[in-house]
């Protein structure tokens, strides 16, 4: 269970390492303090800065985080100057303050290199407004802040840098944690009640949801693996290979994990109740498959377990008769599972050259060889031949400003609007207004995001400011105690940032509380002050999000949904011509990898829509688009998976035709969503059927059966869309709810 909360131990690294490096530089500081005899102030900006730039370097290699950590000490440095310099002087102040905010907002435009200096430079800017320094120790503030992103870079650099291989494999076991519990809830699922089966349901998609997170973690860290071998000439050929096995076993078990939970959700949903010797048997193989799973199994007994949860349903599995279709299709489901879990560990500890183990078992030979191409084919004929007719044009993408600069002219007109209306409520604690009035707008896409970011972090304060009082009145003249607590709700903080605005408001106002405390300017009127400026703060930023070149939340949606469909449609065309024998322009992990991305995107987009308040309609529609493409998602990543072990060149005249029209299908659902056009969509189930006539004729009983796993995919991907498609045309009502350029 802690194997999966925390996938690689990322939020737990961070809290730590964050920690110990405010803790270094508030050591460190208080060090020169004595000796300089400056206030206490000094120390304050070392921690926090120190504590900034763990939170904002998200830098996935340790060469570039080092180097991101570094460079932000030049803004760093600068804003602090320019604070502290201009605190005395408002209005002057408050001008370059605006500016700040804007070009911090401004330059994410360049990655996670950009976030971090924009970072940097607003909270140093920020930080000399908070503590009312003076000029005369102007030095010594720039001393801890070198100290303070000093510290970071020491420990999070040097001292406890990641290791990649370390980190690899904390997320394969929380991987099989993942695994572990979709299969814990698809097993729930065959015991429960018939009243319990709904709430039972919600459980298992949710598990199914946190198992496609960790596997995207997991594929892009083998990614990364495989980006630093390039470094190495004498690793990169067989980095690769070791990458690619790896990363195929991987997506293998997490298909297979996806087919037992929707075939035990369908047989739940459509059978009568199952009988005692099937059910018997279906939970039998399930325990086995949760025992071999466990993160605290043995290695030596996983193959032992996975050959018992396959024996266990043998029966239902091999019965012929057709009268339990569901039942059987559940048996298969575990089948597959155990013999992707299987080769997922064979994979995992194949030596480099052993790549034969690494292969999946169901392999177009029977013995998982890799495929034979066709020599002498061009890599790029044929391949594009009907792609411009299957997806959408240039014309039909959102035009307009680009985020960056769309955002930055809106937090440039919240924070102005933040500083006048602050200084109204307190001419001594405005700079609250204007921090969250900045903070709603980091990572955000559009109006919805900033609303649903902004009142959870008002709730959160409040929260906060209720536990502040308790631990400031608790530790209150008590030194030692009160900064135990502090770094105690620092760690909880920045463990918790990645998990909710909400949590991450209320510890840092908990920080505060017992941080006043400490510098003795702790009062029940500074805390209440601190709700009623991050109230202004995020009444501005709403304000803003809505009158100033507003994004609405259904275009950003639109935009992930185009993103998500072109996604597909780049996947379903590369699996198509690689079962061809033609390579693909993309390599076909990278397309899969991007899907998958592009879906996690839409998923994020529609939180905003996917509201359980009364006067957001539709919300049932987009919960049901959101069901709709993940159906794709899964299809053409199988389809993808296929075509890895299946070449047929002769099969080209009946497949592509049926593959482009069930992307012409895909493409046209886009539009009706988009409300772009309104089109018909024909069923391709003709041509898939001319296509599966091909396969089922193929003499070789191997080659057939992985001929016939090709076109399983197709019909599921033409099925869904066509009959979302079909239920949206047949009324009004449905276009106008899912319709996407609508205000929010």
């Not at 208080?30 to 926090?48: E, H, K, N």
């Not at 599995?317 to 489901?333: K, L, P, S, W, Y």
């Not at 102005?416 to 903070?439: D, K, M, Q």
């Not at 033409?718 to 045309?729: E, L, M």
Request: a neutral charge.
């Amino acid at each position: 269970m802690l194997s999966g909360v925390d996938p690689g131990l990322v939020r737990l690294r961070l809290a730590g390492i964050g920690t110990a490096s405010m803790i270094l530089a508030a050591a460190a500081t208080s060090g020169v303090r004595r000796l300089s005899g400056q206030p206490v102030t000094v120390v304050l900006v070392a921690a926090m800065l120190a504590m900034i730039s763990n939170l904002a370097v998200n830098e996935t290699e340790v060469t570039r985080l080092r180097g991101t950590t570094l460079l932000m000490l030049g803004p760093a440095l600068v804003s602090l100057a320019a604070g502290t310099l201009l605190e005395p002087h408002h209005v002057v102040a408050d001008v370059v303050f605006v500016t700040v905010t804007m070009v911090a907002v401004y330059i994410r435009r360049f990655g996670a290199r950009g976030f971090a200096l924009g970072m940097a430079a607003f909270m140093a800017f920020f930080l000399p407004q908070l503590l009312h320094v003076t000029r005369d120790q102007l030095p010594w503030l720039l001393v801890a802040a070198t100290l303070g992103i000093g510290s970071t870079l020491l420990l999070r650099g040097w001292a406890f840098a990641e290791r990649p291989q370390r980190t690899l494999d904390r997320l394969a076991r929380a991987f099989r944690a993942r695994v572990h519990a979709l299969v814990h809830a698809a097993a729930d699922l065959l015991t429960v009640p018939p009243p319990a089966v709904a709430d039972q349901l919600h459980d298992l998609e949710r598990r199914r949801a946190r198992l496609n997170d960790t596997a995207l973690l997991l594929a892009d860290s083998l990614e990364r693996g495989g980006a630093e071998r390039q470094d190495d000439p004498e690793r990169r050929h067989e980095g690769d290979r070791d990458g690619a096995h790896r990363a195929l076993a991987l997506l293998d078990a997490e298909l297979a994990a996806e087919r037992l939970a929707v075939a035990t959700e369908r047989l739940v949903q459509h059978e009568s109740p199952v009988a005692g010797s099937s059910r018997h048997a279906l939970l039998t193989g399930l325990e086995r498959l949760l025992t071999a799973s466990a993160t605290g199994t043995a290695p030596a007994m996983i193959s032992t377990l996975l050959e018992e949860a396959k024996r266990s349903v043998g029966a239902p599995a091999t019965e012929t008769q057709g009268h339990n279709d569901r039942i059987q299709r559940v048996a298969f489901a575990v089948i597959r599972l155990a013999d992707a879990l299987e080769t997922a560990q064979r994979a995992q500890g194949a030596t480099p050259g052993d790549h034969t183990t690494a292969r999946p078992p169901d392999g177009p030979d029977g013995g998982g060889a890799p495929v034979e191409r066709p020599a002498g084919l061009d890599r790029s004929a044929g391949s594009g031949t009907d792609q411009d007719t299957a997806t959408g044009t240039d014309a039909d993408r959102p035009q307009g400003l680009a985020l960056s600069t769309r955002q930055a002219l809106q937090v440039g007109i919240a924070t102005s609007l933040a500083i006048v209306v602050g200084e109204l409520v307190s001419p001594a604690r405005w700079y609250w207004a204007v921090l969250t009035a900045f903070i709603v707008f980091a990572n955000t896409s559009s109006r919805g995001d900033v609303i649903s970011r902004g009142w959870q972090r008002l709730v959160g304060t409040v929260g906060g400011v209720l536990a502040g009082m308790g631990l400031a009145v608790l530790v209150s003249g008590h030194e030692l105690p009160a900064l135990l607590v502090l770094f105690g709700c620092a760690f909880l903080m920045l463990y918790l940032v990645r998990i909710s605005q909400s949590l991450l408001a209320f510890w840092v106002t908990a920080v505060l509380a017992v941080l006043y405390g400490l510098i003795g300017q702790f009062s029940v009127q500074a805390l209440v002050l601190r709700i009623e400026e991050t109230a202004v703060g995020v009444a501005m930023g709403t304000l803003a999000a809505y009158l100033v070149l507003p994004k609405r939340t259904r275009e950003a949606f639109g935009e992930a949904l185009d993103e998500m469909v072109d996604a597909a449609d780049a996947v379903l065309t590369g699996s198509v011509e690689r079962i061809l024998g033609r390579d693909p322009a993309s390599p076909l992990e990278r397309l899969t990898r991007d899907l998958h991305q592009a879906l996690s995107t839409l998923r994020e987009r529609a939180k905003p829509l996917d509201n359980p308040l009364p006067w957001r309609r539709g919300r049932s529609s987009y919960q049901r688009t959101l069901r709709v493409l993940t159906a794709v998602e899964y299809y053409a990543r199988s389809l993808a998976r296929v075509a890895d072990d299946v070449s047929e060149p002769r099969w080209a005249p009946t497949l592509r035709p049926a593959a482009t029209a069930v992307r012409t299908n895909l493409n046209a659902l886009r539009r009706m969503l988009q409300r772009r056009q309104t089109e018909e969509t024909a069923s391709a189930e003709d041509l898939i059927d001319a296509a599966e006539a091909y396969a089922a004729h193929t003499p070789d009983p191997d080659h057939r059966a992985a001929l016939l796993r090709a076109t399983r995919p197709l019909r599921g991907i033409d099925q869904v869309v066509v009959k979302f498609a079909t239920d949206i045309g047949r009324s009004g009502e449905a276009i106008r709810t899912q319709s996407l350029r609508t205000s929010a």
